[in-house]
C-alpha cells in the first residue's frame, strides 16, 4: 500500500501501523487455522523508524509459535520508497491470536 | 485483505483500539508538553474483554510518566452498554511519546 | 480530536461540524435517557470562528431541557491550539431528540 | 463513541444528513458566485421523516437569497425507494455562505 | 447517492474492485519503472464472480507489456474463503499506466 | 462533488474516478429497472486528461442500450472549474449491468 493519510508531520501514526498490523495477524491466523480468531493481546511494538508519506509501505506476518488454542504472530512493516530501490524494516510486532468458537470461548487450533 | 465488513463478530477489532489509543496518548501528551510529540512504543495491551457493537466506547488517557524527552501515558477504554448503566474497564494499554523537534529529533519535555 | 480532513481553505467543514455535533447529543440524549433516540431537529447553528487544521476539537453536550418524549441537548465546540494553551468556543447549537419505540413512535423519556 | 457501526436504526443519521446538505450549499454558492466562499450558519433544520437504509437520496440545492456577500442555499433531500417509484420530500433546510477572499474577509459576490 | 450501506447484496460492489485493481497496478508500475505513473486506460474487466463478504481477497498484478513510456499491468483478483482452503480467480484486468515528468508530460521508462 | 482524496500528484486516481462511474451505473440502472442490479463487466475507460484536485466533478450517468436481463449504461465525467466557468468532459466509460433475482441468476429488465 502507499503510506499514508498524513498526519502533522506526514508520516504514518503508530496508531495506524498499529492497525494493519493486526489486520494482517488476523489474516495470517486465520489462514493458518481456518478458525474465526481474536486477537488477546499484542506486545510491546518499537517505532524504531517514522514511515515517512509517499513510501510504499509492506506488511509481512509469520506465525511464530501455536498453543494449544493460540496462535502468536510475527509482523514486519518495511518501508520502500518509490522513485528509489532503497527499503528497510521500520517496525516489528507480536500479536497473540486466539481460535474462537461462536461464544467466542477458545477451542484448540490443531 | 478481508472482504467486506470490518469485522464478523460485530466487535470492536483489537487494531481499531490500538489505533484510538494512540490517538488519545498523543492528544494527552500534547495538551501536557505543548511540544510536537510521536509514538516511539506501545507496551503489551490486553484485550481482556470483547467491545460489542452497539456499546459507547470511552478512552481516558493520563500522563503516568515523564522522562527528559518522553512522556508515557496509560490509556483505558470503557464500555458502556447503551440502554442500561452498566459500564467496565475493557482495555488497558500505555504509549511512550517522545517530544520532538523539526528535524524529528527528541527534545526536552519539561 | 484532532481537526481535519480539510477542505480547500484548510480549515473544518461546517457540514463535518454539524456532523460530530449531532453525534455527540445522541450519545448525550441516550445516556441521559437510556433509550433509542432520533434527531429531530437541528436549530440555527451559527460558525463564528472558522476552526483551522492542526488544533484539538473539544466537544461538549448538555440536556437543556426535557419535555415528554424529547431531550434538547445543547453542543459547544471549543477550539484549542496544539502548542499554546489557546482555546474558545467556536460553535454553539442545539439537537432536538426524542425518545422512539421500535417502531419508531416517540415514548415518555421519563 | 458508539462503537462500532453507525446507525443501529438502519436509516441515515441526522448529522449525516446535516453533512451532506452543506456540502451541496457548498458547491451551489460556489457555482453561483465563482468565489470561495464558507458556511456562515445553517438555519433550522427538521427531520420529518427518517431516511431509511436501501434508498436512493437526492439533494437539490438552489440559490434562495443573495445579500452583499452573502447567498443562502436551499436544500431539500428527496429520498426515493430503489424498486418502486416512490420518492417524498425528506428533509429541507437553509445554509447560508459568504464569500471570502485569501484573509477569510467578506467580500461582495456579485 | 444510496443511503446508507455500500452494498445490499453483502457483495463487493464492482466499483470497489476496479478501485483497488488501479491502486495495485499503480504500486506495480512504480516499482517497476521507479518513475511516477499515472493511470491513463483501464480494459474491459469482467466479473464473472460475485466477490462475497466474510472472504479473503488478494489482488495480484504483473508487468505484462512494456512501452516507450507505457506499462500494461495486468491484475487478479483471487477470492479465498476463511474457514476452508477453497481458493479462485475472481476477476482480471488490464491497466495501462504511464510514466510522467512533473509537468504530466510521457517519459521514457527505460 | 469536490475532487480529491489528493494522490501524491493532487489529482483524483484512475481507480477513484472508476468506482464513482460504477456508483451511478448502479443508481442509473436502479432507477431504469427499478430491480436489483449487479456489474458484470466494464468496457476499456480512457483517462484522456487527469481531474485535478480544487475541482468540481460532476457524472452523468444514461442507459445506451437494453438486453433482455443487461442494461449498458454509458457514464460520463465532466471537471468544472471552482472559480471560473470552464468545464470539459474528462472520462467517458461503458458499464454492463445485470438484473439478478434474490439467487443471483439474471432476470428480465422489461
Redesign the interface.
Known amino acids: 500500500?502507499?503510506c499514508c493519510a498524513p498526519n502533522?508531520?506526514d508520516?504514518l501514526?503508530?496508531?495506524?501501523a498499529?492497525?494493519?498490523?493486526?489486520?494482517v495477524s488476523?489474516?495470517c491466523a486465520?489462514?493458518f487455522s481456518?478458525?474465526?480468531v481474536?486477537?488477546?493481546?499484542?506486545?510491546?511494538?518499537?517505532?524504531k523508524k517514522?514511515i515517512p508519506g509517499?513510501t510504499?509501505v509492506e506488511l509481512i506476518a509469520n506465525v511464530e509459535t501455536v498453543g494449544k488454542s493460540s496462535i502468536v504472530v510475527g509482523v514486519d512493516i518495511f518501508v520502500?520508497e518509490?522513485?528509489?530501490?532503497k527499503r528497510e524494516q521500520a517496525v516489528h510486532g507480536t500479536?497473540t491470536m486466539v481460535a474462537v468458537d461462536e461464544n467466542?470461548k477458545p477451542v484448540a487450533v490443531v
Open positions: 500500500m502507499q502533522h508531520y508520516t501514526f503508530g496508531g495506524a498499529l492497525q494493519l498490523m493486526d489486520e488476523f489474516i486465520t489462514r481456518r478458525q474465526k481474536v486477537t488477546v493481546s499484542s506486545d510491546r511494538v518499537d517505532f517514522p509517499g510504499l520502500e518509490m522513485y528509489t530501490e500479536f467466542k
